[in-house]
DNA sequence: CTGTTAGCGCGTTCAT
DNA sequence: ATGAACGCGCTAACAG
């Protein structure tokens, strides 16, 4: 209603009778400035409600305290966990952060960074498609001097610092504990293989099989390809069906799991009696699902915090080069489906 | 690396001997440059890749391209549904989304509110707090002409457009489907009668109750504080085991619904034999958690996507006047456990 | 200590 | 059909 135009420093110059750099500066406590002037040009401002004008400041120091995140999808748990520390963490530095999605699709990521690198953002934080493999248009923002940073799903192919989840050892942990539950002969329903998170757990699942000599068989790994409930449910009838069924099976997900547990209840198998199910990921249904899931938490929030930290970072020390990768470590949760040992309650 | 500075109109003036505006207007094909002129501009700025420089456009004509969103938690099945039909809408209106959450904290909502007016958004997307009643830092949004929408968790003490649920109606197929089914002592677990949705559903699960005449006791309206599990759990302990029990119990929303599941199964009452059990929002978990639950459907991403489409409509037309308000129609759900009639599969 | 001046890149009169 | 010139609001180098 009141459509006020703005306070600019040029209306305070004038009506301080001073010139538009001393306002400016004595709003930011320049030494130069007398305290006197600071005191007067800070108190009227205050008064008048002056508030510099954002869109004219990024322009003049090109930059725009936006920060492009985009994940493969928004509506899903892990991601959502991403995001929400990497928007917290943002906040605590002055930072918005836009968000996009590529819905797994190379296209949309593609469109997804023009747009950001065209729009305006200081840099990228990003968690690529399943069809992403080399990754130029990472490259293109690279070579405006705007810093990338690649989390969870990433490539090796484009040289930028990383936040990645130990994927190797959050499986060999998972395997681990199967086999010190007493199951011998484990199953994994791997992610494909262009994947390399899909690649480091299906290696720290190989691993640890060898390291505690338990039996290893090429047909009880399965290679997911759409990493959904009905592929879950269509492996495990196989593998439950074949000559040497396995008696625990260790998911690249937990969406796979829950298809694994349907397929077994529906086939009258006991949970974790007769096969232990292990998921990957913690997400909200592992605790919901009948028998509750055991599952590896990835930390996604920490994640989201770290990555948006290391681009802040670089972003203000304008750090093209380092490449650094962290990692977050995971953390085992165990839950009925694979409590062989003592189960207190039963499954309700 | 190449750190190469980007071209700009005056470049390429400069170096097809024209003026700054000729190139500038060639670029937009401007009717009063000649076809040649246009065609030699456009030639040379695809050659060199120009690109506008984005941040002294937005300077220029004093918009972002920028929408802010601001939701109580990120991490939350259907506002995450919400934001990715925002930001679909939004990209295809050539439009950024800046993603904020309050955390259901009104001094956090203040501050992302401030921040997005001061920083730069073009227009405003909330669901506010459970601790908003009034809403004076949106109001200082619009008085700088800038459109906000609510959407889902509103406030009728600020008059703005909004888009939300047609909770009355939902709740009221809800408890007409249970009684459909046969289920006539039906209980509510409500939400925070501050809440306008939640106040919605209460007069909807009522209303159903009247039109079809089944049973009111005021004992099985228990209203929910935290809107979490446990409450579920218990308020439906104090009512299984008061007096007069329900046989149904219609829950604010799926998470209570679930703890109702849990203790209706660690009490052994059937479900839905002896009890049906009706959620809403029609999160996840409804289809994972056994027996599955029915619920309502709130089209999230219909939501976000007509909320988007309806700011940025306002944000092109600077309608700042304009405060209709949109229901997106919900969607029963009917799962296993309200389907008394035929249960195809049993619970699996 | 303070003011003058000169841009940042672009859009837009107003001349020609 | 084209160019010169100005200004958006702010910062910063340079003078005094």
Known sequence: MTENRKLTLKDIARELNISISTASRALKGHPDISDETIRIVKEYALKHNYVPNVLAVNFRKNRTFNIGLIVPELVHHFFSTVISGAIDAAKKKGYNVIVSQSNDILQDEVTACRTFLASSVDGLLISIS?????????????????PVIQ?????????TPKVIV??????????????????DKIAHLRGRSEVKNANERALGYEKALKDFKREFQPEWIKECKLINEEEGYV?????????NPPNAIFCITDL???????????????IPQQVGVMGFSNWKLAEIVNPSLSSVDQHGYQIGVTATEMLIEKIQNHD???????????????????????????NI
């Open 235 to 243: 492996f495990t009838k196989e593998l439950m069906e074949s000559e």
């Open 166 to 183: 130990d994927d190797f050892e959050g499986a060999y942990q998972a395997v681990k504990h199967l086999i010190d539950e007493g199951y």
């Open 151 to 159: 989390f969870d799903k990433i490539t090796d192919q484009l040289d």
């Open 320 to 346: 093209i080069e380092s490449h650094e990768t962290v990692e977050i470590k995971t953390n085992l949760v165990v839950r009925d489906s694979t409590r062989l040992s003592k189960n207190e309650f039963g």
């Open 256 to 270: 796979v799991a829950l298809g694994v547990i349907k397929y077994l209840k529906k086939a009258g198998i006991n």
């Open 130 to 146: 399943n069809e992403t493999f080399e990754g130029k248009h990472m490259l293109d923002f690279i070579n405006e001097g705007k």
